[in-house]
């Protein structure tokens, strides 16, 4: 167990409307990554014919009051804002993550809930798995692959921890940073889950949907 995350066993997650009691929630769609081992842009990439950015956009929308995208330079034709990773451009998700609490400072949000673009079987219940009745920091999942570090709960009282890493461009990593937030991991198992978190690093990768 890593000694910055405590793990809890997995709750009875909320239901939506008590979620809504609790906190606003948006999502983040982290879609910076310069997909090199993928060899084209794979937010792109077409899975039955729908961008594989726009299968994460429909699985997550549902579970949120508003959806952003964060580090692309177009929208791949959804109809959500587009957030500018702006002079942390190259340092990767947690630009993405900065970007995306600034937005929902912006529009009131309490916490947002980021993504990455190329999970295109992301939980349809992670939302609900990730909401607990304290919510003042990070939430994370913990499943039987580990931390999944990149589809997160997060307060917007850690833009200043945000902030500071990506000043002093150092530990730049997601799970460094939730361990440096004090972040919770809820273990679940995986028939908790309502999809998978296959990542598609590779055009090989699409073989496993």
Known sequence: MSSGIWIRPGR???NKDQ????TRIAGIILAGGASRRFGTDKAATLIDD???IAHVAGRLSSQVEALAIAGADQTYSLACPLL???AHATKGPLAGLAAGLIWALENNFSHVVTAPCDLPLLPRNLVRLLSTQEQTSPAVLKTSHGIEAACAMWPISVFPIVEERLKVGKSLSMRGLLEAAGASAIQVHDDDLDGSFININAPDDL???
Do not use: S, T
Request: hydrophobic residues 45%; glycine residues 6%.
């Open 84 to 86: 500018e990773d702006g």
């Open 12 to 14: 009875r997650a909320m």
């Open 207 to 209: 073989a496993q949907l």
């Open 19 to 22: 979620c809504d009691l609790v």
């Open 50 to 52: 729908r961008p594989m």
